[in-house]
C-alpha cells in the first residue's frame, strides 16, 4: 500500500501533515494532483465519468486543486487548501478522517441559544493536538460542537429528491406514538420555503449552495452573489473578489452531482439477509428508511433526510433555526463501512459503537437492538458492512 502526504493548512495556526494509507491512483492534472481510489467500483466510475464528461472532469479538477495565498485562498483564516483535503475517503469527493472535524461554537444561558460574534459561519479546524481547540476568544462561547467531514457519494441522487417526499415522513406529534418524531429542515432562500438536505443539520438544500458556503467556510474564498444566503461574497484579504467565479462552482457542483452513489457489496451471506430483516424488525428503518423516490427512481439512501433528537440527555451543541440542540439529520447508510469515525463529531469509532451511541428518540429501538441474541447482532452488523 503507497502512502500519499496531504498538507492542510490550518486556520491560520501551522501546516500539519496527514498520512492516509489507501490504495490510490495519482495523476496530474492543471496545478492539481488528482487522487482516485481504484481499490472500488466509485474510484472505477469516476475514472471513467472524468474522460466522458468535461464538465466533470473539470469539476474534479478544481475540487482536488490546492489554492494559494495568491487566488484569494483565505481570509485570511481557512480551514484547508483544497475540497479534497478533506473529502477524500475512500475515494475523492468521500469522508474525512476524525483529524479533521471543524469545531462550531455558541453560546447558551437559561435555555437560550446565541450566536457569537461571527455567527454560525465559524466553523474552524483546530485537530486534537491543537492546544486551545476548544476556545476562542470572542465572547465567552460555552457551547462546542465537532462535525467531521461527511462522504459527498451519491449527494446527487440525494438531490434529486422532491421536497414533498421528504415532507410526507414527517411525524411532529408523534401521531402514531411509536416515539420518534421526524421534522424536515425548512429553510427560507429567496424568500420561499425550501427543505434543507445536506450538512448534519440539513441546512443546506442543494449541492451548488454548499459549494458557495465551503468555498467560504472552509477555503475562505469568496464567490459571486446568487441571493441564496450560502455566498462569501467579500473578505479581507485584499484580493479581488469574487475569488472563485460562478462557472467554477457550478462545475465543483456539476462534479458533486455526478459522483457516484456507493454501491451494494452484494454478499450472498446469509447472515447479511437476517440483519437486513432485522434492521427493519426493530426499528432502525424507521428513521434509516431503506429507499426514497428520486428523479430516477429509488435511491437506496437508508435515510429519511428528517432530524431526530437521537442524543443523550443532557447533550449540549449547536442550535440553529429550525434545529435545535441536539437535533441531526439521520446520516445516508450506503457506503457506511468506509466512512468511520461515525456520527457528527466522530464519537463513534465503529458501527458497533454508532448504534450503541443512539439515545433520545431512538432509545427504544437502541434497547431492542440490546435484547437481540450475540448472533442477530452479529448478522445486523454483516447487513451494515454489506450497504
Ligand atoms: C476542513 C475540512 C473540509 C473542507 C476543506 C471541505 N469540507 Fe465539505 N464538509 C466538511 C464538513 C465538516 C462538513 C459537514 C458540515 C456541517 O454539517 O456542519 C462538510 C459537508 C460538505 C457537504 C455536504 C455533504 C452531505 O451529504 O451532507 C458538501 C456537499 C461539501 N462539504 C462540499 C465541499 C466542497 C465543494 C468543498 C471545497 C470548496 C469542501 N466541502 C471543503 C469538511 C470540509
Ligand atoms: C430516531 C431515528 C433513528 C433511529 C431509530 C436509528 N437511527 Fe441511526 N442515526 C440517526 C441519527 C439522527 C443519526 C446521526 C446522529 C449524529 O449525527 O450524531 C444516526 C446515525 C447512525 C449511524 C452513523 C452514521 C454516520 O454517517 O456517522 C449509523 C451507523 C446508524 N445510525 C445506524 C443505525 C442502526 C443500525 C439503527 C438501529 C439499531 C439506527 N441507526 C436507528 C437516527 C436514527
Given at each position: 500500500m503507497r502512502r500519499a502526504v496531504i498538507t492542510v493548512a490550518l486556520a491560520g495556526l501551522a501546516v500539519g501533515t496527514l498520512a492516509t494509507s489507501r490504495r490510490q491512483l495519482t495523476t496530474l492534472s492543471g496545478g492539481g494532483v488528482v487522487r482516485v481510489s481504484t481499490g472500488s467500483e466509485a474510484g472505477a466510475d469516476i475514472l471513467k465519468r472524468r474522460f466522458e464528461d468535461d464538465r466533470f472532469e473539470e469539476g474534479l479538477r478544481l475540487f482536488d486543486l490546492r489554492r494559494h495565498r495568491k487566488d484569494g485562498l483565505g481570509f485570511p483564516e481557512m480551514n484547508a487548501d483544497s475540497c479534497r483535503a478533506c473529502h477524500?475517503?475512500?475515494?475523492?469527493g468521500g469522508a474525512g478522517p476524525i483529524e479533521l472535524n471543524v469545531s462550531r461554537m455558541g453560546h447558551e444561558a437559561g435555555g437560550v441559544f446565541t450566536d457569537v460574534p461571527g455567527g454560525q459561519g465559524i466553523s474552524k479546524l483546530y485537530p486534537p493536538y491543537v492546544e486551545g481547540r476548544e476556545e476562542y476568544d470572542v465572547q465567552e462561547p460555552n457551547v462546542f460542537e465537532q462535525r467531521q467531514t461527511p462522504s459527498i457519494l451519491g449527494d446527487g441522487l440525494i438531490e434529486g429528491i422532491d421536497d414533498a417526499t421528504i415532507l410526507a415522513n414527517e411525524d411532529p406529534t408523534d401521531a402514531n406514538l411509536d416515539g420518534i418524531f421526524g421534522v424536515a429542515r425548512v429553510l427560507t432562500v429567496a424568500g420561499q420555503p425550501e427543505v434543507g438536505r445536506f450538512g448534519w443539520k440539513a441546512q443546506v438544500p442543494t449541492l451548488e449552495d454548499f459549494a458557495r458556503d465551503a468555498f467560504g467556510g472552509e477555503l475562505g474564498m469568496t464567490t459571486p452573489d446568487d441571493r441564496r444566503g450560502f455566498a462569501f461574497t467579500t473578505d479581507a484579504d485584499g484580493h479581488p473578489d469574487p475569488e472563485v467565479d460562478n462557472r467554477e462552482v457550478r462545475n465543483v457542483a456539476h462534479f458533486m452531482r455526478l459522483l457516484p452513489a456507493p454501491e451494494r457489496k452484494?454478499?450472498?451471506?446469509?447472515g447479511v439477509a437476517a440483519g437486513e430483516a432485522l434492521f427493519s424488525s426493530i426499528g432502525c428503518a424507521i428513521c434509516h428508511i431503506p429507499s426514497l423516490p428520486g428523479a430516477d427512481g429509488p435511491v437506496?439512501?437508508?435515510?429519511?433526510l428528517l432530524l431526530h433528537?437521537?442524543?443523550?440527555?443532557g447533550f449540549r451543541g449547536m442550535a440553529e433555526p429550525g434545529a435545535p440542540m441536539g437535533f441531526f439529520r439521520t446520516p445516508p447508510l450506503w457506503g457506511i463501512s468506509d466512512t468511520a469515525p461515525y456520527m457528527h463529531d466522530g464519537r463513534a469509532s465503529t458501527l458497533l459503537s454508532a448504534i450503541l451511541a443512539h439515545d433520545g428518540e431512538a432509545a427504544s429501538v437502541t434497547a431492542n437492538y440490546e435484547a437481540l441474541t450475540q448472533q442477530e447482532k452479529d448478522d445486523l452488523l454483516l447487513f451494515l458492512e454489506d450497504l
Open positions: 477524500q475517503d475512500p475515494v475523492i452484494g454478499s450472498t451471506d446469509p437506496p439512501l437508508y435515510s429519511n433528537n437521537v442524543m443523550e440527555p
